[in-house]
C-alpha cells in the first residue's frame, strides 16, 4: 500500500508563492502518473496538474502560466509551485499517482489566499 503525505499548505497573500510537496512511501512515480487536485468549499474536485509516466504535462487553463508542477524520483517526492496566487485558488489540494489499475491519494493540505 503505497501512502502519500503533502506539506506545505498555509495561508498567503495574494500575490505570493507557496510550495506544495507530496512524498511517496515507496518508488512510484517513476512508474506512475502523478498529479495535483484541489477542491474547494461547495465544488466539485478539479485536476490542477498533471505529469504523465511519459513526461507530458498538463494544467488547467485557470492555473497556466502560475503553477509548475514537477518530481524527484530520487525522493519519490513531487512538486506544485504556485505563483502569483489569487484568492480563487483557495482550495484543498491533494496529491495523487495512478496507473490503469490503482490510485492513490493524500490527506490533502489546506492553501488559503487571502489579504
Known amino acids: 500500500q503505497v501512502q502519500l503525505v503533502e506539506s506545505g499548505g498555509g495561508l498567503v497573500q495574494p500575490g505570493g508563492s507557496l510550495r506544495l ?3 511517496a512511501s515507496g518508488s512510484i512515480f517513476s512508474f506512475y502518473n502523478i498529479g495535483w487536485y484541489r ?3 461547495g465544488r466539485q474536485r478539479e485536476l490542477v496538474a498533471a505529469i ?3 513526461g507530458n504535462t498538463n494544467y488547467a487553463d485557470s492555473v497556466k502560466g502560475r503553477f509548475t508542477i514537477s518530481r524527484d524520483n530520487a525522493k519519490n517526492t513531487m512538486y506544485l509551485q504556485m505563483n502569483s496566487l489569487k484568492p480563487e485558488d483557495t482550495a ?3 496529491c495523487t499517482t495512478w496507473s490503469r489499475s490503482d490510485d492513490y491519494w493524500g490527506q490533502g493540505t489546506q492553501v488559503t489566499v487571502s489579504s
Open 21 to 23: 510537496s507530496c512524498a
Open 39 to 41: 477542491q474547494a468549499p
Open 52 to 54: 504523465t509516466r511519459g
Open 92 to 94: 484543498v489540494y491533494y
